[in-house]
């Protein structure tokens, strides 16, 4: 298993620009989810989805959107990129499990820079 | 969710033992405390959770007090790979809670030759 993988590893846009950062994963996880980390802070949630067809909102979801139209797809869209988006952007997920143990898998990364 | 407070960084020397601590006075009794790290540049990785019972895997322990206020990661002994931030995540298991994960700044483990 290629276990979760993003692209592209990084990006340089310009303010005003869009642009998808895209997420997918091959372990038939029902929950996947958007973080970003800013320098010297943990990880904010951006958004989240529980299956294809579901998404919700996170800790921070202003200025993106998201849509799920598979289980192994789940794209964040940048629709006017601003400098606070200036960020790297983890995509993950797990089993959706009422359970305790409900491991998160993380992909690389997106390192993106907004001029 | 309840909040965690961790040691901003630790130093520890190889092959040592680290034990990171971690105060979460407000856990409540369905909270299960979950710890991930992330080396440098990656993405996080699941270590270890807990409820009340110590626990144990192939990478740590998970000691976590009588009253659950706080807990204490164990990295039985410690490699220059340990060197990461380690963060400390109180998470309700149940409801629609799911995946979601809070996260705080974590502490820094610097792993010394």
């Known amino acids: 298993n290629a276990g979760v993988t993003q692209t592209p590893k990084f990006q340089v846009l310009k303010t005003g620009q869009s642009m998808t950062l895209q997420c997918a994963q091959d372990?038939?996880?029902?929950?996947m989810s958007w973080y970003r980390q800013d320098p010297g802070m943990g990880l904010r949630l951006i958004h989240y989805?529980?299956?294809?067809?579901?998404?919700d909102q996170g800790e921070v979801p202003n200025g993106y959107n998201v849509s799920r139209s598979t289980t192994e797809d789940f794209p964040l869209r940048l629709l006017s990129a601003a400098p606070s988006q200036t960020s790297v952007y983890f995509c993950?997920?797990?089993?959706?499990?009422?359970?305790?143990?409900?491991?998160?898998?993380f992909g690389p990364g997106t390192r993106l820079t907004v001029l | 969710d309840a909040k965690t407070t961790q040691p901003t960084s630790m130093d520890c020397a190889e092959g040592r033992a680290a034990n990171l601590p971690c105060n979460h006075s407000?856990?409540?009794?369905?909270?299960?405390v979950y710890w991930y790290r992330q080396i440098h540049s990656q993405g996080p990785q699941y270590i270890i959770h807990?409820?009340?019972n110590n626990e144990t895997n192939e990478m740590a322990s998970l000691i976590i007090t009588e009253d659950r206020k706080s807990s204490t990661l164990i990295l039985p002994h410690a490699t220059l790979r340990d060197t990461a931030v380690y963060y400390c995540?109180?998470?309700?298991?149940?409801?629609?809670?799911?995946?979601?994960?809070?996260f705080g700044q974590g502490t820094i483990l610097t792993v010394h030759p």
């Open positions: 993950a997920s797990s089993r959706k499990l009422l359970s305790s143990y409900n491991e998160q898998f």
């Open positions: 372990m038939n996880h029902e929950y």
């Open positions: 989805s529980v299956g294809a067809g579901i998404t």
């Open positions: 407000t856990i409540s009794g369905n909270e299960y």
């Open positions: 807990g409820l009340k």
């Open positions: 995540i109180v998470r309700d298991a149940g409801g629609t809670s799911y995946g979601k994960l809070t």
